[in-house]
């Protein structure tokens, strides 16, 4: 693994990281030999996952977490997603915000896809953080391959979606600093919705092959 120049010094922080996915990229991103502030609605819970997990990770609650980072990725559950960015948003001005939430509903039938005024989650973080950079990334990543320890490699691309070239490359490289993961570029924010809802598709995939998949770009 390799932290690439414009990484070098960056604190990532993950807010709702004592959820699956959260803890799961802090894991991978702290194991790369990056600083890492989890963030979560309880400052001590914050600080007990962050215990447990290696490398340089300390606990915060969100607020402190979002102050913390220099590229703070968003993870919580899509029903708490606006409220949440809509309070931090002074805090996170002049930020990248990585966007990883999928926006989903479930009944018998299992994963759909939620229809969201703004289009997406992460065009709802754009709308809420005018003063901040917003990228969707990591929608894909297995949260139970990120969490465990016995595996070395995590075999997938990650898209990464949005309307700065600098903040892209960074995500990229955030992307690639977890062995076996390449960032590959998916298009601009306006595109972030068919992204977020192949996340159903993938759930469906999981239930019926008894798998984690994840997603391969050929040709690039």
């Known amino acids: 693994m ?17 959820g699956p996915q959260g803890r799961g990229l802090a894991r991978r991103f702290a194991a790369a030999g990056l600083d890492v502030v989890l963030g979560s609605r309880d ?3 914050a600080a007990q996952t962050a215990a447990a997990l290696p490398g340089r990770v300390r606990g915060a609650d969100n607020a402190d977490a979002a102050a913390a980072g220099d590229i703070v990725v968003v993870a919580v559950p899509f029903d708490g997603h606006a409220d949440l960015l809509t309070a931090l948003a002074p805090t996170l001005a002049g ?8 926006p989903l509903g479930f009944d018998k039938q ?6 969201v005024a703004e289009g997406s989650a992460a065009q709802q973080a754009a709308a809420i953080l005018t003063d901040s950079t917003v990228v969707g990334a990591f929608h894909h990543v297995s949260a139970v391959i990120l969490e465990d320890p016995d595996l070395d490699q995590v075999d ?7 309307d700065d070239r600098a903040a892209t490359d960074l995500v990229q490289d955030l992307a690639a600093v977890i062995p076996g993961v390449r960032g590959v570029y998916g298009g ?5 919705h068919q992204v977020e809802a192949f996340t159903a598709n993938l759930i469906a995939v999981n239930r019926r092959y008894r798998a984690h ?3 391969r770009v050929t040709d690039v």
């Open 2 to 18: 390799t932290i690439s120049d414009a990484l070098r010094g960056r604190t990532v922080a993950v807010l709702g990281g004592t």
């Open 43 to 45: 400052a001590d819970r």
């Open 95 to 102: 930020k990248i915000v990585v966007d990883c939430v999928n």
């Open 110 to 115: 299992g994963a759909y896809p939620l229809t």
């Open 156 to 162: 997938t691309d990650v898209l990464v979606l949005g």
């Open 188 to 192: 601009r924010l306006r595109n972030a």
């Open 213 to 215: 998949a994840g997603l």
